[in-house]
């Protein structure tokens, strides 16, 4: 079975531009996340999705990140403005329900900030 | 709030030396423990998951106990070799996942 596929792999930018991640999860995974990993830390979950719908996004600093999942297949992360802090690597993983259920993670997208 | 600690940071063995790498979380409860591997610049690799109500797992030269009460869970690498050469990172799943901050281990030839 593919896995979860995530683009673009590497991006650089500058700070306040925009910047979109792309996650495609395994067919038939109903629960989707975003996690944000800093260099030295373990991921921090941003957002998790069930199906198309936001289950928990508290950490979401939602003030410049947004993401959306229609059609509850893929899903979108977008920050805007960036700042030099956002620089991480940014993690998509699926479920096949819930938290209880394996998660299966994508490469990731490592994002620098100048 | 889970809160999830590694320990050692790092670890540094000569090939063939078994090793345990240690996971503490604050909350037992939880539905499950992973270990995941990190090689540089790649995502994450399942290596194990132990449900709540398991004590261990075992694949092929990893095995993964978890003691929910006491709040610890440990990874055992036998017979360690260079290509095991990575960060293993623990994750707890209760109302969300929760990582530790990873271990990262150098076995030398």
């Known amino acids: 079975e593919a896995g979860v596929a995530q683009s673009p792999r590497y991006k650089i930018i500058e700070k306040r531009q925009s910047v979109a991640f792309w996650c495609n999860p395994i067919?038939?995974?109903?629960?989707l996340y975003w996690y944000q990993q800093i260099l030295g830390q373990g991921p921090k979950l941003l957002i998790q999705f069930q199906n198309n719908g936001v289950v928990d996004d508290s950490q979401l600093p939602k003030d410049r990140f947004s993401a959306e999942r229609l059609k509850g297949v893929d899903s979108t992360l977008k920050i805007q403005p960036a700042k030099l802090e956002d620089s991480a690597v940014y993690l998509c993983?699926?479920?096949?329900?819930?938290?209880?259920?394996?998660?299966?993670f994508g490469p990731g997208t490592r994002l620098t900030v100048t | 709030k889970q809160e999830v600690t590694q320990i050692p940071a790092a670890l540094s063995v000569p090939e063939g030396e078994n090793l345990v790498l240690n996971c503490s979380f604050t909350?037992?409860?939880?539905?499950?423990l992973q270990w995941f591997r990190q090689d540089p610049g790649k995502g994450l690799t399942s290596l194990l998951l132990i449900q709540s109500s398991q004590r261990e797992q075992t694949s092929g030269r990893l095995n993964a106990s978890l003691d929910k009460s006491s709040g610890r869970s440990t990874l055992y690498i036998a017979a360690s070799q260079p290509g095991d050469s990575a960060t293993y990172l623990c994750a707890v799943s209760s109302n969300d996942m929760r990582f530790g901050a990873g271990t990262r281990l150098t076995v030398k030839p």
């Open positions: 993983a699926s479920s096949l329900t819930d938290v209880a259920y394996e998660q299966y």
């Open positions: 909350d037992s409860a939880i539905y499950n």
């Open positions: 067919s038939g995974h109903a629960t």
